[in-house]
């Protein structure tokens, strides 16, 4: 399926420079992400380690690479050396990680850590208790910088629900000074996003089509 450069041209436009987008590559092959990057795309997004490290082979060093899936510890080492944006941590542990790596790269890596606002059980992410936790332990990471935080709204046709949870997710990132990176909004969502004040959208079907095969 060809990429629509349409649709992406259309989506800058929307977000008028007051957000990043990010375009969700998973599962997408590396012609479909090289069209992008011609068009002047920079910020990808990609959801599992293997496939992440392969197209960062492959693909122009430009790139600023956002990890957004579910990151296991014992997988922090492949993606440290280049990633630019870890958007889904959701424990101390897992930063404990991802500091122990950076420093073995000699780097301090940006993170976001992942905040819970869907009311549906099987999404990962912190609450609001949890959040000032982590942030309180965190404090001593010297190779990790927490840039703010992202979160999924519920997939709902109820947009009510959906802007709630975006409020909701817009006054944590409010209560914390030095945070800059507010990542909310995927194809479904993203205009409700917008105007709760986010300042990062991750698209990918808008953008590549659909997915072939199940992707989280
Ligand atoms: C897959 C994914 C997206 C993009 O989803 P679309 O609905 O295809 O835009 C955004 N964020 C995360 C965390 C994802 O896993």
Redesign the pocket.
Known sequence: MAVNIEAYNKILTELNSKATLVA?S?TKPVTDLQEFYDSGQRDF?E?YVQELVDKELLLPKAIRWHF??HLQSNKVKYIAPFVYLI??VDSFNLLKEINKEAAKNNRVIDCLLQVHIAKEETKFGLDATELSEVMKESATLKNVHIAGLMG?ASFSDDRTLVRKEFTELRSLYNQYSGFSILSMG???DYTIAMEEGSNMI?????LFGE?LYP??
């Open positions: 969700v998973k997004g959801n957004i899936g958007h889904g999924m995927m194809s479904g991750r698209i990918g079907s808008l997915r992707a989280k």
